[in-house]
């Protein structure tokens, strides 16, 4: 199981943090999570529920990531197995997630597709998200998989939907000329475009698109 010791960062000062699988008894700080982290218009159903989070710790709980706060949870991040053709990538989050169940994952899948990630407001700025990325990361080259993958929402899409497609969206963010909350996020990360998705999420700040991006494993020849 996996269990990583850092300090991060509030401001200049340095703050002991946790990032391990979560359990059982960490449900509730979970779902917390989910509500602070995706408030309204973002589709309260689609908030984490008690089944969901059972199948993410029994049929995945490599996958399933949180960080820990002197002893707080303030983030969290989850992820199944999937087995992607890189030619074929149109998907929706819901067909690929099994709607958040992961009742489709796959032990011999060669992909670990990101389902969710979030982060309590109060340490946004801590660079938790991050943190819990990279961490994930670390699964991907453990679990010898090509890459890990999922679909960014687009929240500031909406503001420009009128002047431009979802295409140059995304152009105008990698070259900085946007900023994103998600996108901008994700290229901080280390992850790459790889396409746009129509009717991925239903999302209005998205208008229902959603961008895929992956990071590749750097070991990929070791695993083929």
């Not at 943190?131 to 420009?160: A, I, N, T």
Request: with cysteine; charged share 25%.
């Amino acid at each position: 199981m996996y269990r990583k010791e850092l300090y991060v960062f509030d401001g200049e000062r340095t703050v002991p943090a946790v990032i391990r699988n979560y359990e059982e008894r960490d449900f509730p700080d979970l779902i917390r999570i989910q509500q602070e982290s995706f408030p309204p218009p973002f589709p309260s159903e689609l908030w984490w529920n008690e089944e969901q989070l059972i199948n993410h710790v029994t049929l995945f709980p490599q996958g399933a990531l949180c960080i820990e706060i002197n002893g707080e949870v303030a983030g969290s991040m989850t992820g199944l197995l999937v087995d992607f053709d890189p030619k074929h990538p149109d998907h929706s989050w819901k067909e690929m997630t099994d709607n958040g169940y992961i009742r489709n994952h796959n032990s011999d899948g060669n992909t670990l597709y990101v389902v969710d990630i979030g982060v309590r407001p109060a340490y946004r700025k801590w660079g938790l998200g991050k943190w819990l990325m990279f961490s994930m990361y670390d699964v991907v080259v453990h679990l010898r998989l090509e890459r890990l993958l999922g679909g960014g929402r687009m929240p500031g899409y909406y503001k420009y939907e009128n002047n431009m497609s979802p295409e140059q969206y995304i152009d105008a963010v990698v070259k900085g000329e946007i900023n994103d909350p998600v996108i901008s996020f994700l290229l901080h990360c280390g992850r790459s475009p790889v396409k746009v998705v129509m009717n991925y999420l239903d999302d209005e700040e998205s208008c229902n698109y959603g961008t895929l991006m992956e990071w590749k494993n750097p070991f990929n020849k070791l695993v083929k």
